[in-house]
């Protein structure tokens, strides 16, 4: 299983439609920043995914400042995370010939905002899916 780990907190989708209905434009500007800054992270990362890596799930987990905003608001932002890893090579699509599911988990930590993400071959999730149920 391969890891990324990337700092700070992504534009939730209840910011992103209040800047979409002020201005189209600073919608697309969020897009376009957040999506490079994962590009960023994930160029300078060690992330190195092999064909025997897919297809794979990933497991995402979000620490957030504070309870406030809801899970599904939050893991919108996936969209910027996968576009990233897209643009830096680091993943060759996003389609589900590459990436077949996801898990995300919400957590506190009101000292370091982060997301973590595991790669998993969808063949390792199954069977482990299989082995707890």
Not at 27 to 45: H, L, M, R
Not at 106 to 124: A, C, S
Request: glycine share 4%; net charge neutral.
């Amino acid at each position: 299983m391969k890891h990324l780990l990337i700092e700070g907190e992504l534009t939730a989708l209840n910011e992103f439609i209040n800047a979409e209905r002020r201005n189209r434009y600073i919608a697309a500007k969020i897009k376009k920043d957040e999506t490079g800054y994962c590009q960023d992270v994930a160029e300078k990362s060690d992330l190195k995914l092999q064909k025997t890596d897919f297809p794979c799930a990933l497991i995402i987990t979000w620490y957030v400042k504070n309870k406030r905003k809801d899970a599904d608001n939050i893991a919108f932002a996936k969209k910027f995370i996968l576009d990233g890893l897209v643009e830096a090579g680091a993943l060759p699509n996003d389609n589900r010939k590459y990436v077949q599911g996801f898990i995300d988990i919400v957590k506190e930590d009101k000292e370091r905002q982060r997301i973590e993400i595991t790669f998993v071959p969808i063949e390792v999730l199954e069977e482990w899916i299989k082995s707890v149920c």
